[in-house]
């Protein structure tokens, strides 16, 4: 026994020995080609450098910012191209705001905002004063994998290059978004995110703060139109203006959602679960996940059915809209009789209204009734409340409690974020009629 | 004629007793701070002769000021320069001293037999024991209601801490009335705490059922009204048992304090939640669908009515309209 030990031993470290200089000459040539990517950063950091500012907000008088981001020239004459929620609080409070833009190298000068895509989160300014050879665009989403570059002034330590890979579109995305495998932080909003020709794929708009690198582009095929769009206006339109193509433009992106999850003719497609049918994965843009319980001294079991859209924007600072989540707890029980049961289910349908805030949305009204829907009764809940700055769009919350098993039961969960109160409500109406108690 | 005149503590109970053997019809005597006066009184507030009394054979007393400055309290009024007014069970006030007048003439409650007392003393204690094994019941049944892992463990918790507020009650309840009436009470002031509270709790219960039973949505200020109904009676209860406060007063002080201090909470909570752009007042409570006597409304009956929400939405939108924005926005976008 011990000699195979030893001979089994001395084979391993022979195999160490073998890996350890096969890794020194894998790492000497990996060293080259990571100089040569890194070389690549620098040129295109350079070449684009001059084109880049960032975009900083003021509140008041103030001297010191409110909040930054970054922009870069799309055309001569000082016509930068950056996010919408970048210039949001001054559109928004055009007499409270200032925006301003400050180049690489101190020089700074006022902002004016030329035209908006709040559904791609796009906007066109004007920097007074700053005119630098605009950056070029390229329309085609790149493939998986391609080298890609994010460039802006994260967490405003100064002007940044991050390396990384482009992932291709975002699968089954409500908006079109680039998904970039780099970093993007806080700051390098608006900024342009390059291929390794150092032509523009896209424009940062967001990352997932707790995961790793996870980021995404807006396409710069979408660009385009608003650059155009902002060229061809003969004076820059007025503040209220501006405000109004917003407004349309959220009612634009609420009425796609609702419409795309409310096909003509089709039934809404449903999943059956503990005896129900209840609304399953509405269309391919919403992410639906499932979990359970499998603790089995548990008393009552839970499945939990989660969607969500993903389809909001990030328009200001606490303010997400034009999305739809809802879920589905469904509980069943063998040890609890039903005056214990049903208060289970009381609790998974409490509504906890959410995170707004008092600048942008009004307190909640409700509804409280019980419906006899599909081969079952249930309460419902609903309760709405009005986003203040933009008329005609709506939140609405909705609860479900069924009320005919004493032993099983659903709770099901539904909110939309700023929607046509007509629409969400017919939405909703859809929704709860496509309930049903199979058995 | 004999007469017996008594000094009486804060709570009406003899404090110092005097005999008087008085001549005359009708018989009278004096009372004062000095030591010229029949019954002589230990208080600053008193003249040195303050008051006379007279007592006629069918043994009416009445006083006659003898020109003090404070003048004398009868029937809970204060006469100046009173003449000849005549007392109501004896009682009247020199100074800050109560005195009470007796004569043979006097007619007193019957006897009371050892047991009655007892008797009451025993129901006080049967009536909160009882009151008491309701609310224990209830507070095992909301532990059971939520089925929790470790019921025994959450059932000891709950009942000790419920326990211990309600021994904090009493306590202090039996304090006061220590302070008053120089007894504690216990089981009095147990009694108004189990039954008030029981009470609150079942018929909190019984509407939450009955409003799912009929298919009726909840009444919202629901808990709150039972809240103001038990403080109103308890608080009337209580009183009147920790001290001599008459019936009006207590009703008076237990109408007045919740509806002050309740309105108070129930004001300042109401802007607070009015303000409060998250919050969601409806409680959606669920009991057995057995339970059940109604069934439920057709979807275009609540749809039709959910329209309305729109206005009331908007209504409370264009209350908002010139509100300052509190809070600024910062950091990187």
């Known amino acids: 026994m011990i000699p195979l030990l030893r001979f089994l031993t001395l084979c391993a470290a022979l195999f160490a020995v073998a890996a350890s200089a096969q890794e020194r000459s894998g790492a000497s040539r990996r060293d080259v080609a990571a100089e040569a990517v890194s070389e690549n950063a620098r040129i295109v950091l350079e070449r684009a450098r001059p084109s880049i500012v960032q975009i900083r907000g003021f509140f008041g008088a103030n001297t010191a910012q409110a909040f930054h981001g970054t922009g870069f020239a799309v055309a001569r004459g000082g016509i930068l191209l950056t996010n919408y929620h970048v210039t949001a609080e001054q559109v928004m409070y055009p007499e409270k705001y200032r925006l301003e833009y400050r180049t690489p190298e101190g020089k700074t000068g006022g902002i004016r905002v030329l035209a908006v895509d709040v559904r791609h989160d796009l906007a066109v300014v004007r920097a007074q004063g700053f005119d630098a050879p605009p950056l070029m665009l390229n329309a085609r989403v790149p493939d998986k994998g391609t080298r890609a570059y994010s460039i802006g002034f994260p967490l405003d330590v100064g002007l940044t290059i991050t390396e990384g890979v482009s992932n291709g579109r975002v699968e089954d995305s409500f908006e079109p978004r680039i998904h970039y495998s780099g970093a993007i932080n806080g700051g390098m909003s608006g900024g342009p995110a390059f291929n390794a020709a150092g032509q523009v794929i896209g424009v940062n708009v967001s990352g997932y703060r707790f995961e790793q690198l996870v980021s ?19 004076a820059p339109p007025a503040a209220a203006q501006i405000r109004q193509q917003v407004l349309e433009q959220l009612h634009a992106h609420a009425d796609a959602l609702v419409k795309a999850l409310t096909p003509s003719a089709d039934p809404m497609p449903v999943q059956r679960i503990g005896g129900y049918a209840l609304p399953g994965k509405l269309a391919e843009f919403i992410d639906c996940g499932a979990s359970g319980d499998p603790a089995p001294e548990a008393p009552v079991r839970t499945e ?10 990030y328009l200001q600072q606490g303010l997400y809209t034009g999305d739809l989540r809802y879920s589905h707890f469904v509980l069943s029980t063998e040890k609890l009789g039903p005056l214990r049961f049903s208060n289970r289910l009381s609790d998974m349908a409490q ?30 809940m609903v309760c709405t409340r009005a986003l203040r700055n933009f008329d005609g769009l709506y939140d609405i919350t909705a609860r479900v409690v069924s009320l005919n098993q004493g032993a099983r039961g659903f709770a099901s969960h539904l909110d939309l974020y700023g929607v046509d109160f007509a629409a969400g409500m017919a939405f909703l109406r859809r929704y709860v009629g496509a309930m049903r108690w199979e058995g | 004629m004999r007469v017996l005149v008594e000094i009486l503590d804060s709570h009406g109970r003899a404090r110092w007793r005097e005999h008087l053997a008085l001549d005359g019809d009708p018989a009278r005597f004096t009372v004062g701070r000095g030591a010229a006066a029949d019954v002589v009184v230990d208080d600053p507030h008193a003249a040195a002769l303050h008051a006379e009394v007279e007592v006629d054979a069918a043994g009416r007393a009445r006083v006659t000021d003898l020109g003090s400055l404070n003048g004398i309290t009868v029937g809970g009024r204060r006469l100046r320069s009173a003449h000849a007014v005549e007392l109501r069970d004896g009682l009247f006030t020199v100074g800050r001293t109560r005195l009470r007048v007796r004569t043979p003439a006097e007619t007193l409650a019957p006897e009371l037999p050892e047991s009655e007392g007892l008797r009451a003393g025993v129901n006080a204690v049967l009536l909160s024991l009882a009151s008491a094994a309701v609310c224990v019941g209830f507070v095992a049944y909301s532990v059971w209601l939520s089925a929790p892992q470790n019921m025994a463990g959450a059932m000891a918790t709950a009942l000790i801490y419920a326990l211990l507020l309600a021994g904090a009650w009493v306590a202090a309840w039996g304090f006061v009335t220590r302070v008053m009436q120089s007894e504690w009470r216990w089981a009095l002031h147990a009694a108004i705490l189990f039954t008030v509270l029981g009470a609150v709790v079942f018929l909190d219960w019984l509407f939450d059922a009955l409003w799912f039973a009929l298919s009726l949505p909840g009444w919202p200020s629901q808990q709150t009204a039972l809240l103001v109904a038990a403080a109103v009676l308890g608080l009337h209860w209580h009183l009147r048992g920790a001290s001599n406060i008459s019936r009006r007063r207590a009703a008076l002080v237990a109408v007045a304090l919740p509806l002050a201090v309740g309105g108070g909470f129930y004001f300042v909570n109401a802007i607070a939640q009015a303000r409060n752009v998250n919050y969601i007042g409806v409680e959606l409570k669920v009991f057995p669908p057995s339970w059940r006597m109604r069934p439920g409304g057709s979807l275009d009956a609540y749809f039709a009515a959910a329209a309305r929400l729109k206005d009331e939405t908007d209504r409370k939108r264009r209350a908002m309209r010139g509100e300052d924005d509190e809070d600024s926005p910062g950091d990187e976008d």
């Open chain 1, 216 to 234: 995404f582009l807006v396409p710069a095929s979408h660009a385009s139109a608003l650059i155009e769009q902002a060229l061809a206006q003969k």
């Open chain 1, 351 to 380: 509504a906890r209204g959410g995170f707004g805030a008092r600048r942008h949305v009004s307190p909640f009204t409700c509804r409280d009734s019980t419906v006899a829907l599909q081969g079952f009764d249930a309460r419902l």
């Open chain 1, 304 to 313: 939990r059915i989660s969607c969500s859209a993903k389809a909001g924007l």
